[in-house]
């Protein structure tokens, strides 16, 4: 599932494609506005928050996607399409007046609602480090509201802070040396909000440091314990433990940690 700096990164780049084009033809094909059709509106501006994505138009409308495990927005130059076998996973199609087109392709979520409403819609979502209105004290204070909660539970729980994704959680019960399914309370909360904000951060803006967590780019590398089950911990060698995911709950997804490192549960 994409993270919030995956998001943040998909944002900035519709954004240079797209704000201030308007739509010469296109159509909404999924939701309960299926069959909407968009030409003629401008889009004025791309906001999120967590892994939500809202479209603006100067119609007083915004377009609400979530690609969930899925969906993918892809771009393409004048007089190009994707190819035609991906035609019946498009949920939104917007040709601009530059001649490129936004598709999104099998989109879980698509909601046009007005602007005004946004808030009434995603006013649920904890506070979101990447945004202008981050707000830690209120993270912290929403993260402590069930103190026996798993770590890993409360920090995917994107009421209490919005944008956080597996490999964040995981890599941020590493660096704060809890165990992951320690109480959330056993934390130091304050510095660990304050690390996974600055992770998600780095990770969103800076140049060649997408979801790096180790500071190494090099392969094998990158991360500290996601995906390294059975591997040797990089900082004392131990072996990086997994327990599998549970299907259908969300509070078990596959977590990886150091038995050395993050002691106790």
Not at 2 to 30: F, I, K, M, N
Not at 225 to 233: I, L, N, S
Request: proline share 6%.
């Amino acid at each position: 599932m994409p993270e919030g700096d995956s998001v943040y990164r998909l944002r900035e780049r519709l954004t240079a494609a797209s704000v201030g084009h308007s739509v010469v033809a296109g159509e909404l094909r999924s939701g309960a506005a299926a069959g909407t059709p968009l030409a003629g509106v401008r889009i004025v501006e791309y906001d999120t928050h967590g892994k939500h994505v809202l479209t603006r138009f100067d119609t007083g409308q915004t377009l609400h996607t979530h690609l969930r495990m899925q969906g993918s927005w892809t771009v393409t130059r004048p007089g190009r399409r994707i190819p035609s076998r991906e035609d019946h996973r498009v949920r939104v199609r917007m040709r601009l007046d530059d001649g490129s087109t936004l598709w999104g392709v099998d989109l879980p979520v698509v909601e046009l609602v007005a602007t005004a409403d946004e808030g009434a819609l995603l006013g649920y979502l904890g506070p979101d480090p990447l945004r202008n209105d981050w707000d830690a004290a209120e993270a912290v204070r929403r993260l402590s509201l069930q103190p026996e909660r798993p770590l890993v539970a409360a920090l995917l729980d994107q009421r209490n802070l919005a944008g956080l994704g597996n490999l964040w959680v995981n890599e941020t019960a590493f660096l704060s040396g809890v165990h992951p399914f320690a109480p959330i309370a056993s934390a130091d909360l304050e510095p660990l909000v304050e690390r996974a904000a600055r992770m998600l951060r780095i990770s969103a803006t800076v140049p060649g440091m997408y979801q790096v967590t180790t500071g190494s780019t090099r392969k094998g590398e990158s991360h500290w314990v996601v995906g390294r089950a059975g591997r040797p911990c990089l900082r004392c060698g131990t072996r990086i433990l997994v327990r599998d995911e549970v299907a259908n709950d969300p509070e078990r997804r596959r977590t990886w940690w150091c038995p050395r490192c993050q002691p106790g549960a």
